[in-house]
Structures are given as structure tokens and as C-alpha cells.
């Protein structure tokens, strides 16, 4: 669709939280004098990447947008025409650069050939009083888990405590998931502070204290097996990893409560789309190729072939967590080592290694091929 320099352009947007990661597209209204309606993509919605635009007026719209929301105002003017397409971009950078700003609940832009207005909406009407209160929390809540990082802790070590605080200080929002309407649920807000969220609000939040440790990371979002969903990438050592906090939450399974897990703790991108894809109107992000960092393999967890004396030796070094993740290579070795463990009750085997009791718990992740063994 093509714009008119002399004509006047209104362009109102919803902001589409990832809630319960099967929302559908919003909707956004452009009214010319052709009175054309279209859809319109947000930062987290579906959407092709058909149009380029200029990465430095991508940037420059970004840094108006946080110092004005930064300052809890609701209107902004820019000089010149801005598109869509811009500005969908610039909120995504947004997403990246400021999670903590999370009252942003949709905006419209009245734009011609010469000036840019935008209005913001407020999520759920919060004054200015509300959110300024608000943000301190969230200082707060992030300034308690960087506190108990010892400083001798590396990039990857860093990492590992923040997820797991996460998902320990964290409850999945169901009823936020089931919802049709954006909620402080989807926010880094509703995840560090009130400790409820959705895949939205783990997501924001981990980029949010990432930022704030120096971290280079970033937050992405795409559809899932399970419906629409939000994650992460993080740079350790020199490589990009992803990362999904959500879903190494048990309780985001609606079925599993138990001790949290490290099945998408810094995987590549094979593993990580085997569970989903990536919304192609996110730009910039980066390949991730190496497993260096993985838990698995930093934990010598990682098999190649199946053995259950070396399972058992490493349940063994367990200690009194009496927890252990496995990952396998491939779906090969993953069947094998299902076949023996619980077919052929080689599961037992690792009684040479432990004192087992009358029960031994176990999950198996199909997808991911991870099996998680407690006793």
C-alpha cells in the first residue's frame, strides 16, 4: 500500500502481550481518504519482513520512544513522516534497549509529509504517581537478585543464577494466559515484582537484569508447537545462544510441578527449532552455532552414546540434589537410551551407583531429547 505525501495519515495500534501464546493478530486501523483498513503487525505478532527501513531512523525513533516513556509521557512528536513499519521496528528495539518500561498498551500515530505525533496508551490506566512507584519495585526486585551474584561468577555463571531466580521467585500466570486482553502478566514487571507471568513478562524480565549485568542479549518471539511464544538470545564467551526461561519452568506445562529445569539453557538454533520458528519481522538476530556453553555440556551431561554406568556415575556425583538432566546428541541415541532405561529396566542398574528407594521418578522430553532421573 502506498502513502501520499499530502495526505494524513491516522495509524492506531494495539500491542499484542504473548499472554497465552495463541492470541491472535491484532488489529490496527489505516484511515486516508481512500478509508483503506489493512492489518498491521506489532513487536509481537506474526508478520512477513517485506519492507526494509533505515536502521539509524529505526534507532533514532527508539531513543525518542524511551526518553519519552522513560519520563512517563504519553505523547511524542517527530519531525518528519514516520511509517509503520518504522515504527513496529522501533518498538521491538524498545523491547530489547528498555524492558522496564512495561506500561505501553498500544499507541496511535498521526502522521503527513512534515510531522510524526504519537500517543501512547497506558496498561490498565496507571497515573504517573502509579508507575514511577512501579518502576522503583522493579529496580528493586532486579537490584535483589544482581545483589547475591558473587563477583568472581563469569558471563555463564551469571546467566545460570538469573534464570534460575527467575523461575524459583516465578509462578506461570494461567489465568494471564487464558485472558484475552493484555495484562501486567506479560511484563517484566509482573514477572520480577508481582511473580507472576506469562512467556512475555520471563522473557522481559531476563533481558532486563541481563542488561543491567552488561550482558549483550536480546528478546524474540515466534509461534511454538504450543501456540505463540517469547524468549531469548544471550552472548557468552564470544558466541549466541538461546535461551527460553518459560519454559524451563515446569509449571509452564500446565501438567509438570517440580524442580525447574535446563533443557533451553543455551542451545543452538538446530535445538531450538525443533520446538518453533521465528517471526521473520524481528531483525538482527543472530546465528547460534556453537553448544561450548550448553549446560549439558558444561556438565558433562551431554551423551553421545547411550550407557547407564556413565548415567550412573554422574547421578552418583549429583550429591544431595538426588536430580539428574540428561541430554542426548540425537534422537537415536535418545531412543536408545529410552529402550534401556525403561523398556529393558536398566533404570536399576543406576542402584549401582546410589541408593535408590522403592520409587524413581522420571520425565523424558521427546523433542529436546532429555531425560531427567530423581530418586
Same mark, same amino acid.
Given at each position: ?10 495509524t ?14 491484532p ?14 503487525n ?18 533514532y ?28 521496528d ?34 490498565n ?35 545460570l ?32 515484582v ?14 532486563y ?33 538461546w ?26 538454533? @538446530? ?7 521465528? %517471526?521473520? $519481522?524481528?531483525k +538482527?538476530?543472530?546465528? #547460534?552455532? =556453537?553448544?561450548? *556453553? ?20 554422574l ?27 525403561? @523398556?529393558e ?6 542402584? %549401582?551407583? $546410589?541408593?535408590? +528407594?522403592?520409587?524413581? #521418578?522420571? =520425565?523424558?522430553? *521427546? ?9
Amino acid at each position: 500500500m502506498k502513502y501520499f505525501a499530502a495526505l494524513l495519515t491516522v495509524t492506531a495500534v494495539c500491542l499484542s502481550s504473548f499472554l497465552s501464546c495463541g492470541r491472535v493478530v491484532p488489529k490496527a486501523e489505516v484511515r486516508n481518504t481512500h478509508s483503506v483498513q489493512q492489518e498491521m503487525n506489532d513487536a509481537g505478532s506474526e508478520g512477513e519482513a517485506d519492507t526494509e527501513t533505515d536502521p539509524e531512523t529505526v534507532a533514532y525513533i527508539c531513543g525518542r520512544l524511551i526518553d519519552t516513556l522513560g519520563s512517563y509521557d504519553t505523547k511524542l512528536t517527530i519531525s518528519g513522516h514516520v511509517s509503520k513499519e518504522e515504527m513496529a521496528d522501533a518498538v521491538r528495539m524498545m523491547k530489547d534497549k528498555a524492558p522496564d518500561i512495561f506500561w505501553m498498551n498500544g499507541y496511535t500515530i498521526t502522521t503527513d509529509s512534515t510531522m510524526t505525533q504519537i500517543e501512547f496508551r497506558v496498561l490498565n490506566g496507571y497515573t504517573v504517581d502509579d508507575l514511577s512507584y512501579m518502576h522503583t519495585l522493579l529496580e528493586e526486585a532486579a537490584d535483589e537478585i544482581i545483589s547475591q551474584i558473587p563477583d568472581y561468577y563469569d558471563d555463564y555463571e551469571k546467566i545460570l543464577y538469573v534464570h534460575d531466580q527467575i523461575i524459583e521467585k516465578t509462578e506461570y500466570d494461567t489465568s494471564g494466559a487464558a485472558a484475552d486482553r493484555n495484562g501486567i502478566w506479560g511484563t517484566s514487571y509482573g514477572c520480577l515484582v508481582n511473580g507472576k507471568a506469562v512467556c512475555q513478562g520471563y522473557a522481559e524480565a531476563f533481558t532486563y537484569v541481563m542488561n543491567r549485568l552488561g550482558i549483550e542479549n536480546g528478546f524474540c518471539c515466534g509461534d511454538s508447537y504450543r501456540g505463540r511464544h517469547a524468549w531469548n538470545y544471550v552472548k557468552v564467551d564470544g558466541e549466541y545462544y538461546w535461551i527460553d526461561v518459560t519454559w524451563d519452568d515446569p509449571e509452564s506445562d500446565f501438567s509438570e510441578e517440580g524442580e525447574l529445569r535446563h533443557t533451553y539453557f543455551l542451545i543452538n538454533d @538446530e535445538m531450538l527449532l525443533r520446538t518453533r520458528s521465528l %517471526d521473520p $519481522v524481528q531483525k +538482527g538476530l543472530p546465528e #547460534c552455532t =556453537s553448544l561450548k *556453553d550448553n549446560y549439558f555440556q558444561r556438565n558433562g551431561a551431554y551423551f553421545s552414546s547411550y550407557s547407564s554406568a556413565s548415567m550412573g556415575r554422574l547421578l552418583a556425583s549429583s550429591g544431595s540434589g538426588r536430580t539428574q538432566e540428561y541430554m542426548f546428541s540425537d534422537e537415536k541415541v535418545y531412543k536408545e537410551a529410552v529402550k534401556g532405561l525403561f @523398556e529393558e529396566d536398566e533404570i536399576w542398574e543406576l542402584g %549401582d551407583y $546410589v541408593e535408590l +528407594g522403592e520409587e524413581i #521418578c522420571y =520425565s523424558q522430553d *521427546d523433542m529436546m531429547y532429555v531425560i531427567k532421573i530423581g530418586y
